[in-house]
């Protein structure tokens, strides 16, 4: 079945760095743009980082734009968020997520905690 997981998250330190990482399985995974979303306790889920199918175009949130990159593997069906010099309002359980024949696929997100 059409499946995404997410790996890689854990406690860092403010400016510490964190990459992580979304298996997908069940669909071709060239055809589809992947994103990554996150969600802070009583806030809403909000869209981070955005990349097409074979990775040349990306977009990112304001509040990440220069400190996080999104990246795919289209051979091991996998995309990447590789964040750096993180900040406490980083911490969030991240998701990745695609549509898929109209609906969003969601992982079961990784927590990051970034904390001293």
């Known amino acids: 079945q059409v499946q995404l997981v997410e790996s890689g998250g854990g406690l860092v330190q403010p400016g510490g760095s964190l990459t992580l990482s979304c298996a997908a399985s069940?669909?071709?995974?060239?055809?589809?743009?992947m994103n990554w979303y996150r969600q802070a306790p009583g806030k809403e889920r909000e869209l981070v980082a955005t990349i097409t199918v074979t990775g040349a175009t990306t977009n990112y949130a304001d509040s990440v734009k220069g400190r996080f990159t999104i990246s795919r593997d289209n051979v091991k069906n996998a995309v990447y968020l590789q964040m750096n010099s993180l900040k406490p309002e980083d911490t969030a359980v991240y998701y990745c997520n695609f549509r898929f024949r109209g609906a969003g696929i969601w992982g079961q997100g990784t927590q990051v905690t970034v904390s001293s």
């Open positions: 069940g669909f071709t995974f060239s055809r589809y743009a």
